[in-house]
């Protein structure tokens, strides 16, 4: 409260100082003018409910809450961080934190966290907590009453610090404590790369581009390069990004020297910088596929759409999530920092690929999406059309299959996590990911789980004929059709033997990654997501087809109308 109280009379003995000068910013300068009148008006207002407001004001908060809502009308990206919250702006750069490397989650039981998947290798891990274990104290500070984001910020905290936990685990009647020492929290760049089965293809799951993932990365392709890999699938999925210069660096190991893969453009000409390839490149010839999604952003488009454009390599995917902007940090007074958006990106077409234009918004403030037809076509190295403002469109489109309503109350009411527990209990060791399957027996075992949890969910097809059946009698059709309304609500009549039959593929495979992922953590859990996938499937017949590869990259390129046809369909 001092401080601010101290910075806000500086404030204010400032702009009144420079009163007298308020009519020659007017005269000479309208915008300095607007801007002093404008801070003039907003210290006034906090100290006017400083003074007179009912009830006395948090100024901190007050003032933060204005703060954040002011940068947010301009695009979510721009964010205030004071000097006791760097801890998520050091994450964001640095890929770390001090913590104890573990992804919590909500117990909607016990209403208390739990640990839903450590990192191996992490404190969590090494100190011996396991999925499903319940915090219950800190250092001896109950925990009941706090969300997930407060007890996250409790857990983390100065490397080296240690600290008590005491958490409740399934299967045993007491409580356990823990002695948990806090370490700097890498999380893993690169969870998994191996040879795929065919014997042929590498494989790279790249999931962030902060901290230093373009050694990583290097590392992990000489290794499959190595080991004979003929062929390359980098996957991008849900990878939102992090630092520009990790996405250059990584194309140029596929590019050549000298080649500008990104320009960028802003107010001031500190924003404006052209990033080239500097090094040789380590393979300029190895088949290439980038695999994408609605979650793959920012420096991970980068990378896509530079390879896209000097048509390097075959995306495949959905279309990403259309991030063209770049930020960077500039210092404040008390030691805050503001993450600032201060250019937009152009890959080598020329194109940028922001998605949202968020300097003209709808009436109710809300901001859409730029229409395909406001786009403009740009060309490829080879001349091939590509499109700006909506992220990269992929070379072969993979139409994304919908979840079953089902899945996600079960998932919702931890039925899966909470049988993966038990399942964990029952079996010390499972067989390794590539093998393991959720047995009939095993999943027989689930369904009589679910049925004795009385487990409810609402049918989409129930609330719908509920709205039909509404709406015909609002119109006076009800009475006429009331027979055909009776047979429908027969042949729809809940039934959940039938639903966890007819999606038992979905659940189950969502049964394996819970449970495989307790025994081999995230690598586990990316194998056994692989095991079935249409956007992987897709990439390496393209990348064993050197004809339909290299005739998709051309100018002229049938069999990517092809492609793009049939994922239409």
Not at 126 to 142: N, R, T, Y
Not at 149 to 171: D, H, N
Not at 396 to 413: A, D, G, H, M, T
């Amino acid at each position: 409260m001092k401080r601010f109280a101290r910075m806000r009379w500086t404030a204010l003995i400032c702009l009144v100082a420079g009163g007298a000068a308020f009519l020659s910013f007017k005269a000479g300068d309208d915008r300095n003018f607007q801007i002093a009148k404008n801070l003039d008006v907003f210290n006034s207002i906090v100290k006017e409910l400083d003074m007179f407001y009912v009830d006395t004001i948090d100024a901190d908060k007050t003032v933060r809450e204005g703060i954040d809502a002011m940068l947010y009308s301009l695009d979510p990206y721009t964010v205030y961080y004071p000097e006791d919250d760097q801890s998520e702006l050091e994450q964001m750069v640095k890929g770390t934190y001090g913590g104890i490397g573990s992804i919590i989650t909500w117990n909607t039981k016990r209403k208390l966290s739990m640990i839903a998947e450590p990192y191996e290798g992490m404190p969590a891990a090494e100190a011996g907590l396991k999925v499903g274990d319940i915090l219950l104290e800190i250092d001896g500070q109950s925990l009941a009453g706090k969300n997930n984001a407060e007890v996250s910020e409790m857990l983390r905290g100065q490397i080296g610090t240690s600290f008590r936990l005491k958490v409740e685990r399934p299967g045993e009647k007491k409580p356990m404590e823990f002695e948990i020492v806090r370490k700097s929290i890498q999380l893993p760049l690169i969870p998994y790369y191996n040879i795929l089965p065919d014997g042929r293809t590498g494989y790279i799951n790249l999931t962030s581009f902060s901290g230093d993932p373009s050694t990583e990365f290097k590392k992990a392709f000489l290794d499959l390069k190595k080991r004979g890999a003929k062929a390359l699938v980098i996957d991008l999925r849900n990878n939102g990004g992090g630092l520009l210069d990790e996405a250059v660096e990584i194309a140029n190991f596929f590019v050549p020297r000298g080649k500008t893969l990104v320009t960028t453009r802003g107010k001031t000409r500190q924003a404006d910088n052209t990033y080239k390839t500097l090094r040789e490149p380590l393979d300029l010839d190895i088949p290439l596929a980038v695999l994408v999604n609605s979650s793959t952003a920012s420096a991970a488009e980068i990378l896509a759409g530079s390879l896209q454009d000097l048509d390097r390599a075959v995306i495949v995917g959905t279309r990403t999530y259309g991030k063209g902007l770049v930020q960077t940090t500039r210092p404040l007074p008390y030691g805050g920092q503001m993450k600032l958006t201060t250019s937009k990106y152009y890959i080598p077409s020329g194109r940028c690929v922001q998605a949202i234009d968020y300097t003209h918004r709808n009436e109710d403030g809300s901001v859409g999406r730029i229409p395909d037809s406001l786009t403009t076509v740009f060309h490829t190295e080879a001349g091939r059309e590509v499109r700006d403002g909506g992220g990269v469109t992929p070379d072969i489109s993979i139409k994304q299959e919908k979840l079953p309503n089902i899945l996600f109350y079960l998932v919702n009411e931890n039925l899966i996590f909470d049988y993966a527990t038990q399942y964990c209990l029952k079996h010390p060791t499972i067989a390794r990911p590539e093998d393991f399957t959720v047995t009939d027996a095993d999943y027989a075992d689930f369904k009589e789980t679910v049925r004795k949890a009385d487990f409810k969910y609402d049918q989409q097809t129930e609330k719908m004929l509920k709205s039909l059946k509404e709406m015909a009698e609002f119109e006076g059709y009800l009475e006429g059709a009331s027979q055909e309304f009776e047979a429908l609500e027969k042949k729809l009549t809940h039934n959940l033997d039938h639903d966890l039959d007819h999606f038992g593929k979905d659940i189950r495979e969502l049964i394996a990654v819970e449970i495989i992922k307790r025994y081999y953590y995230q690598r586990g859990s990316i194998i056994e997501q692989l095991k079935d996938d249409p956007d992987l499937k897709q990439a390496q017949e393209v990348l064993a087809d050197p004809t339909r590869y290299r005739s998709i990259l051309s100018v002229t390129s049938p069999a990517a109308t092809a492609d793009s046809t049939l994922a239409a369909r």
